[in-house]
């Protein structure tokens, strides 16, 4: 399905790193094609004037920029964080949400360029080249796709420079770090090279957004997040535009070193890897959102809602953003958020964020329910016929065990025996 055999005109995700940059000279002598070459803003730290300079010297014809800030922070940040998607337990999937994002915008440059193919430069061995892959066959499956990673004899960052030498192709000479970054408005993970043992405690500074802890302000910080419908709106009573409130809060929680996480995890191509990852905004979003949600959700929603967030973050990290599973879930969110709203205080303090204080016009919470104190609604008589009948499996069980086990009792070792000094077994004799 996938034709290769007679490729026009190629759209790059290109990012302006050393991979991609080869990659135009290559695509175009192995492909004797054209390259448009597309640059993704995502809110990463770069100069993106140099980046569509460096694509047009290696010999893309075109490069277009496309800032995605704002459909990135709404349609896939927003969304996922509302559904508490979590990969493994801790993963925030800052690099796998914005795979879906790029592909769709390299999908829309290449048909107002007339491309008949897309290409990434992930390599063969990790999930983003699964993620890119998915989503075009998804929203373009009549486009051809090139992985050249997957196809070039290049082993090494020397095999890249020297070839780009060979060919008098400028390359940007930039100092090698010995591990690899990625980075978005979301998080930044670290991976490979010195990582790679995971034994290894990380190299002092690494981590770019985020202060160390033990070197944060020594005074905590409150920071109110307003939420509608489980998305947020505002942040400490100032409305903003969601890229705008996510950069906002990464800096006033990564401060506080607030959202470092430093874990294995099992990639979708089957073996484990190791990675660094800080998610400062993120971190503190998810935590003001739980909170409001126990204030907000009833218990029979709330419990559900903690499976839907490990099955969620598994989906988004196995590329299948753009499938009626996930759209599924987002409408189910999308309903029982609906009374998600309210606002959260949470407390900044040496990397740690605890949410202190929260209201909600739709709180299920009611004072005069839970006080201690004198109440009318509340008759505690009540309790007592609600306890027997609660209880009566557990009087079932109990008597039937004693029952069986009776006429055994005095055999019985007390090893053997649970809590209540009768065999369990007793039920299977
Ligand atoms: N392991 C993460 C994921 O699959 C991040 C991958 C990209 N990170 C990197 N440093 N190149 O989502």
Redesign the pocket.
Known sequence: MNDVSNIQRIALAYSGGLDTSVMIPWLRENYGCEIVAMVADIGQREDFAAVREKALATGAIVCEVVDLKEQFAAEYLFPALRAGAL?EGR?L????LA?PVIAGAQVEVARATGCDALAHGCTGK???QV?FEIAYRSLAPDLAIVAPWREWELRSREDEFAYAEERGIPLPVTAEKP????QNLWHT????GVLEDPSAVPPEGIYQMTADPTAAPDEPQDVEIAFEAGLPTAVDGVPMSPARLIAELNEIAGAHGVGRVDIV?S??VGMK?R?L?ETPAGTLLRAALQDLEALTLDHAIAAFKEQLSARYGELV?QGLWFTPLREAFDAFLRISHETVTGSVSVRLYKGSCMPVARRSPYSLYREDLATFGEDAVYDQKDAGGFIRLWGLPSEVRARLLAERAAPATDEAEPSKTNGAGIRPAALAG
Not at 93 to 96: D, K, M, P, S, V
Not at 179 to 182: A, E, Q, V, W, Y
């Open positions: 990969y993963y999937l800052g690099t796998a795979r990790g999930n983003d993620r591990f690899s970054i990625d993970s670290f991976e490979g995890e990639r979708l890897s990675g990852y990290y």
